[in-house]
């Protein structure tokens, strides 16, 4: 009961939703999306099929010209419209020759038509699955129409034996017609048609003679071409099957469901929203599964090197800046990339001497130390800028340096003060001990959360930046 009341819930809420936006939304099987108008024309044979037959099989006493019974020409024009991919409507005309023969009797004659059907599409009625670019159809068509015959009888010695029509030759009267058509498509201007038409008229001597009170029929068989009207970037509608979409959306949803509920590599993302379904176990990744590149060098972070290079350097296949002179300064930005060893710089990787900024030490640029969340740890990662910054202060023995630590903004202010402090302290630590740098030159300070260098960019703001003291 309690499920039921969250279904009828759910579907006032969607209704009202509905009732409330204005914006039409258009589907796949909008009527505009596709052709509905057609124009046919087919050629073919005729059969007669009513007492005077096309092919008699009995014991005959006729003795009839040449060209008496068989197929006889037909010819047939017809427009269509469908108002659905279910249900169309066929206006149709033709001209076609009969003859046959009987027992005792032949005759030739023709008959002018034009009825009025409705199509079917029975194609939709079957459900193939996922085809969305079905190349067939196969209707049917049964409708009301009038037809002009002639038709002129003569007995086994060929004396005439009547006319249809009287003194003029022609009889006018109703006809039920019946056809199948198979339509292939070639393209979406042009389809073949294949069919058979079934005409019933609804008196006994359409063949100029009379036996009980049975009604004579023609059959039809033809072959044709149909021009379908519109953009030829539009498919013709009898093609389309809106049930045959409404499965295949149906599939399409359960494997959703199977990729919604799987995580095959067990990051946290679900299958249908991940984009890196092969993630190592513990490998932190984005809202779309993907492994995280915080620095954007398009190297994950679990396979980079350094995670801290600046946005837009190049790095090689570690992830890690590349910096021809070894002055601190990435290749992608540096305008001097063949700075001498040693030599101060600034952010351009121009020697600060030739700098416009001035000369001495004052613009000197030497890179920051990145670090962890809450950690005051060097990483492997920063012993190459350690190793620029301590290249400039061997080559330069005047040049003392100030580190000042910084922090994110998360924690109390104070404790963010000290963390800073101790990134710093760790610093002059690495220098003075791996590198050998005599720590007098080296000061330290903090601004803790203060002066963030990079607006929701933590992974920034957590640095100590080395600036050549005044």
Same mark, same amino acid.
């Not at 058509?181 to 001597?205: C, E, P, S």
């Given at each position: ?56 099989f009995g014991d005959s006493d006729v003795n009839a010209p040449s060209g008496i019974g068989g197929f006889e020409i037909g010819l047939r024009g017809n427009l269509n419209y469908w108002f659905s991919p279910m249900l169309g409507l066929t206006g149709s005309a ?86 199948l058509t198979y339509k292939y498509r070639l393209n979406n201007t042009w389809d073949l048609d294949v069919l058979y038409k079934h005409t019933l008229a609804n008196y006994d001597i359409a063949d100029s003679r009379e036996i009980g009170v049975t009604a004579d ?44 509920? *799987? +995580?095959? %590599? #067990?990051? /946290? ?11 190592? $176990?513990? &490998? @932190? ?38 910096? *021809? +002179?070894? %002055? #601190?300064? /990435? ?11 040693? $030599?101060? &710089? @600034? ?124």
């Amino acid at each position: 009961m309690k499920r039921l009341g969250l279904l009828f819930g759910l579907l006032v809420f969607t209704y009202g939703a509905n009732a409330q936006d204005d914006e039409v939304r258009l589907s796949e099987a909008y009527h505009k999306n596709f052709k509905h108008w057609s124009l046919g024309l087919n050629v073919g044979a005729t059969a007669s099929l009513g007492d005077a037959a096309s092919y008699f099989f009995g014991d005959s006493d006729v003795n009839a010209p040449s060209g008496i019974g068989g197929f006889e020409i037909g010819l047939r024009g017809n427009l269509n419209y469908w108002f659905s991919p279910m249900l169309g409507l066929t206006g149709s005309a033709g001209y076609h020759s009969t003859s046959g023969t009987d027992f005792d009797y032949y005759y030739e004659g023709n008959y002018i038509d034009a009825d009025l059907s409705l199509n079917f599409n029975l194609s939709n009625i079957f459900l193939y699955g996922k085809d969305y670019e079905r190349n067939h159809a196969l209707l049917f068509s049964i409708g009301l129409g009038a037809t002009s015959m002639d038709a002129q009888g003569f007995d086994g010695a060929g004396n005439p034996r009547g006319d249809l029509g009287g003194a003029d030759g022609r009889s006018f009267t109703t006809v039920v017609p019946m056809q199948l058509t198979y339509k292939y498509r070639l393209n979406n201007t042009w389809d073949l048609d294949v069919l058979y038409k079934h005409t019933l008229a609804n008196y006994d001597i359409a063949d100029s003679r009379e036996i009980g009170v049975t009604a004579d029929f023609f059959g039809y068989f033809g072959v044709g071409l149909a021009y379908n009207f519109g953009d030829d970037e539009k498919s013709s509608i009898v093609y389309y099957s809106p049930f045959e979409g409404v499965f295949a959306d149906i599939a399409d949803i359960k494997k959703d469901y199977v990729k919604l509920v *799987s +995580d095959d %590599d #067990g990051d /946290g993302v679900s299958n249908f929203y991940d984009q890196d379904n092969s993630t190592p $176990a513990d &490998v @932190n990744v984005g809202p779309n599964g993907a492994p995280l590149d915080v620095d954007g060098d398009g190297i994950p972070d679990y396979l980079d090197a350094d995670p801290f290079t600046a946005k837009g350097a190049k790095v090689d296949d570690q992830g890690r800046m590349i910096d *021809s +002179d070894g %002055d #601190g300064v /990435g290749d992608h930005m540096d305008a001097e990339p063949n700075t001498p060893a040693g $030599a101060l &710089v @600034n952010f351009k990787g121009i020697s600060v001497a030739s700098a416009t900024s001035g000369g001495g030490g004052v613009g000197a640029y030497l890179p920051s130390v990145f670090f962890s969340f809450n950690s005051a740890t060097v990483t492997e990662a920063n012993y190459l800028r350690l190793a620029a910054v301590a290249n400039t202060l061997k080559a330069n023995p005047d040049v003392n340096v100030v580190l000042t630590g910084y922090t994110d903004g998360s924690g109390p202010e104070e404790y963010n003060r000290k963390l800073g402090q101790r990134r710093a302290d760790e610093v002059k630590q690495e220098l003075v001990q791996v590198f050998g740098i005599d720590a007098s030159r080296i000061q330290t300070t903090s601004e803790g959360e203060n002066n963030p260098l990079a607006n929701g960019r933590n992974n920034i703001n957590r640095r100590v930046d080395v600036s050549v003291a005044k």
